[in-house]
């Protein structure tokens, strides 16, 4: 059974950096691509970026460019992404999915950061 | 970057209903459409991939139809579990896009 678990919340101060990752057992990510999408609070889910573990390829959506750092480490299964310079308005869940047969066949339970002072 | 309207906002509904969320594309997406349900406590199910396909484990009474710009989720029977939110996302190009969500309540 694929099941993607992410870490946990995460309290982050304005203009530190938070790394989030994405541990998925089942299934070897160098096979597959790894999406990671975020959800401000009462908002709809917005596409970060994506990345190929297999080569450690990267495509962003343009608002996330400066933001946003995708990376993975085949070795334990596990997807990351950094989260650089926060400010409040990154406050939301971040949510990994994974490309299977299907396109985000699967998901995780999502982290919430919160970007406080 | 493709838009993706999604309507209703919010649908109330009752038990046993036949509903429709309807999602348009700003352009043509060749039915590289997906739908997903997230439930309120925050998870994320893939429903439907290429516009009409079924994920594994979802039931039969969601279907999907559509091509070009114009797509849509059916509900045959509304049963209590189905009350969530529901979003389009379009993968015909990057970034990959989600409509605004449509709030499926019990009337």
């Known amino acids: 059974e694929v099941q993607l678990q992410q870490s946990g919340a995460e ?12 541990k998925v057992s089942g299934y070897n990510i160098r096979n597959t691509y790894m999406h990671w999408v975020n959800q401000r ?3 709809g889910l917005e596409w970060i970026g ?7 390829n990267t495509i962003y959506a343009e608002k996330f460019k400066s933001k946003a750092t995708l990376t993975a480490d085949t070795s334990s299964n596990t997807a ?10 990154d406050t939301a869940i971040y949510f990994c999915a994974m490309d299977w047969e299907e396109p985000f066949a699967y998901w995780g339970q999502g982290t919430l950061v919160t970007v406080s002072s | ?13 009752s038990l ?3 509903v429709t969320i309807s999602c348009r594309a700003s352009q043509g997406i060749s039915n590289n459409l ?18 009409s396909n079924l994920q594994s484990g979802v039931p039969s009474r969601f279907s999907g139809s559509g091509s070009g710009t114009d797509y849509s989720l059916t ?9 969530a939110m529901y979003y389009c996302q379009q993968d015909a190009s990057f970034p990959r896009t989600f409509g605004g969500g449509t709030k499926l309540e019990l009337k």
């Open chain 1, 41 to 43: 609070p009462g908002k």
């Open chain 1, 11 to 22: 309290l982050g101060k304005p203009g530190t950096s938070v790394k989030l990752s994405c």
């Open chain 1, 80 to 89: 990351y992404m950094q989260l650089s310079q926060l400010k409040s308005d």
């Open chain 2, 34 to 51: 997906n739908w997903y349900q997230q439930k309120p406590d925050g998870t994320i199910k893939p429903l439907i991939y290429y516009t």
């Open chain 1, 50 to 56: 994506r990345i190929d573990p297999a080569n450690g």
């Open chain 2, 75 to 83: 509900i045959s029977s509304l049963e209590p579990e189905d009350f």
């Open chain 2, 1 to 13: 970057d493709i838009q993706m309207t999604q309507s209703p906002s919010s649908l109330p509904a």
């Open chain 2, 16 to 18: 046993g209903e036949r």
